[in-house]
């Protein structure tokens, strides 16, 4: 069980029998009555975030999940294999379940896999991946450095928006949370 004052942000607990992620907290002191914890939680199960107070003797349970370090395989009509780096068991998962993230998978890369009762309820990438561009509009003379951004698709399918200056065939790093451009792989 965790108390509150051992609340983090990117704690894992559970509430009502629901796993939840701590996005946010604030311990409040008023000037009277007892302090409490403001939080923010994700729910694991669905990604919708709430707002919940707890009072400060307050405990929460523990959630049953875990975090496998799992290779991805191959995607097929039954969905995305993955692979355990530990004991070499085959899962696949839904791209429902994968969401957006489905975009920045590549073949041979080691995402961690959330287990919450010993069955998966998502993935977590590594921040940042490298990719091809695979399509994108050309440069032009006068496009610099420093100009805006152009969108351009990557060998994983995923829409990023990258410098001018870049063209196909060009290696970029990605950050996979935001999705952003990071920079020109050379």
Do not use: C, W
């Not at 069980?1 to 559970?14: P, S, V």
């Not at 996005?23 to 914890?37: D, L, Q």
């Not at 290779?71 to 085959?90: I, K, V």
């Not at 977590?124 to 440069?139: G, R």
């Amino acid at each position: 069980m965790y108390a509150t004052n051992q609340f983090r942000k990117g704690l894992k607990i559970e509430v009502e029998g629901t796993p939840y992620q701590i996005v946010h907290f604030e311990h409040v002191s008023p000037g009277k009555g007892s302090a409490f914890t403001r939080t923010k939680l994700r729910n694991i199960l669905n990604g919708n975030v709430t707002e919940k107070t707890f009072k400060s003797n307050e405990k929460v349970d523990k959630p049953n999940t875990q975090d496998r370090d799992m290779q991805f395989l191959y995607p097929d009509p039954e969905g995305y294999h993955f692979m355990d780096t530990g004991n070499y068991e085959q899962i696949a998962i839904s791209e429902e379940l994968i969401g957006s993230d489905v975009g920045y998978l590549q073949e041979g890369i080691v995402v961690k896999v959330t287990y919450y009762n010993n069955r998966p309820i998502g993935i977590e990438l590594p921040n940042f991946i490298e990719a091809v561009i695979v399509e994108t509009d050309p440069a032009f003379k006068g496009d610099t450095v420093s100009g805006g951004t152009k969108p351009a698709k990557l060998e994983t399918g995923a829409m990023v928006n990258v410098p001018f200056h870049l063209k196909e065939g060009d290696k970029i790093k990605v950050d996979t949370r935001d999705g952003s451009y990071y920079e020109k792989v050379k």
